[in-house]
């Protein structure tokens, strides 16, 4: 469900994290999944901070969605754009911004430092040097 209100997207981090058990992986893995939705807009993901788990959409965008999510499992809070609940109180730039120009070799795109940084829910995003 879009608005993940069947809790839908809880219910696969659990499976995960059984996974994860049941594998006897270490505390040092993680696993992340990968769901195919059936729609365009809405969760795109789940990751809970300072857990081994998390997953996202299938979507053009995955890897972009697939960082942000990885952020939250090594501990790090919402940047504050876009109105995302948690945000980081600590986040360095109002907006949240990265404040830095960063470089994708992929795509060969160049982001300026009023880019949105990949923890809030503004595109486009790109890693700030404090995320």
Known sequence: HPTDANGGWATVLSELRALRVL???PSTTHYY????????SGTFGLGLVGSPTA??????????VA???????FGRLHAPCGDPPNTD???PTVGGFTNSVGWDSRTATLFGP?????MGYCAPAWVSEYS
Do not use: L, S
Request: charged share 25%; no cysteine.
């Open 33 to 40: 999944g990968v769901v195919p939705v059936p729609y365009d």
């Open 23 to 25: 594998d006897g992986a």
């Open 114 to 118: 009023g880019t949105a940084d990949i």
């Open 89 to 91: 109180p600590q986040f």
């Open 67 to 73: 960082a942000h999510e990885w952020g939250h499992n």
């Open 55 to 64: 997953a996202g959409w299938d979507r053009d965008d995955a890897d972009v």
